[in-house]
Nanobody
């Protein structure tokens, strides 16, 4: 049973930084792709970033490139999302996700079968 537990959300001023963590358990994730999605009030869930657990290759949504960094710590079975230069439009619930097949890129929610409970990020202007 895959379990994903996010932490690190909170309230931050525009221009500030936060680091989200996702503790993964229940499987060996070496062949998985891990991702972060977000959902703002009244909007659809959208892709933010993903990482191939095996080789660390990454993919980002255009609006977060250069500001957000996804990474993983193999020893801790944890995936991180470092968010710098936060903007009010980054306000959302952020979800950690996982799927088998780390090489295959996927940016839609239906491609990821495993989800965490979400953590709220609020960016004030």
């Amino acid at each position: 049973q895959v379990q994903l537990v996010e932490s690190g959300g909170g309230l931050v001023q525009a221009g500030g930084s936060l680091r989200l963590s996702c503790a993964a358990s229940g499987r060996t994730f070496s062949s998985y792709r891990m991702g972060w999605f977000r959902q703002a009030p009244g909007k659809e869930r959208e892709f933010v970033a993903s990482i191939n657990w095996t080789d660390g290759s990454t993919l980002y949504q255009d609006s977060v490139k250069g500001r957000f960094t996804i990474s993983r710590d193999n020893a801790k079975n944890t995936v991180y999302l470092q968010m710098n230069g936060l903007k009010p439009e980054d306000t959302a619930v952020y979800y950690c996700t996982a799927k088998q097949g780390g090489v295959v890129l996927a940016t839609t929610p239906d491609r990821y079968p495993y989800w965490g409970q979400g953590t709220l990020v609020t960016v004030s202007s």
